[in-house]
């Protein structure tokens, strides 16, 4: 009977390319949102109805090929803890993005009342 081991360590290593692939398609939604809202905010302050419009073509590829590359770079400098990094460094990113986003958000619904209110 011939039994087949699985190293541990090996499934991390492949582990962490899925995880930064998911984590790069949620850094590239990031950015389409807040260039969606970005956009709105400037049609708002020019007066004009809001609906900008976001290509998604050049950040779809872009950011997972980055993210590919820096997981492999964690992966061998860090192989022990590159998921963990990789992950830490991501949340904080996520933190420093939520914030201004939701002020730009408060922002887009205070200009969008007055639009509202105008027209």
Same mark, same amino acid.
């Given at each position: 009977?011939?039994?087949?081991?699985?190293?541990?360590?090996?499934?991390?290593?492949?582990? $962490?390319?899925?995880?930064?692939?998911?984590?790069?398609?949620?850094?590239?939604?990031?950015?389409?949102?807040?260039?969606?809202?970005?956009?709105?905010?400037?049609?708002?302050?020019?007066?004009?109805?809001?609906?900008?419009?976001?290509?998604?073509?050049?950040?779809?590829?872009?950011?997972?090929?980055?993210?590919?590359?820096?997981?492999?770079?964690?992966?061998?400098?860090?192989?022990?803890?590159?998921?963990?990094?990789?992950?830490?460094?991501? $949340?904080?990113?996520?933190?420093?993005?939520? $914030?201004?986003?939701?002020?730009?958000?408060?922002?887009?619904?205070?200009?969008?009342?007055?639009?509202?209110?105008?027209?």
């Amino acid at each position: 009977m011939i039994v087949l081991q699985t190293n541990p360590t090996r499934t991390l290593f492949k582990m $962490i390319y899925l995880v930064a692939f998911l984590l790069s398609l949620i850094f590239s939604w990031q950015n389409l949102i807040s260039s969606g809202l970005q956009g709105n905010i400037t049609h708002l302050q020019n007066n004009r109805e809001p609906n900008a419009g976001v290509s998604i073509i050049p950040a779809i590829p872009f950011f997972q090929i980055v993210f590919l590359i820096f997981a492999w770079l964690l992966n061998y400098f860090f192989h022990q803890f590159a998921i963990q990094i990789l992950c830490i460094l991501f $949340i904080t990113q996520f933190i420093f993005w939520f $914030i201004p986003f939701k002020q730009q958000q408060k922002q887009f619904h205070q200009m969008l009342k007055e639009y509202e209110q105008k027209n």
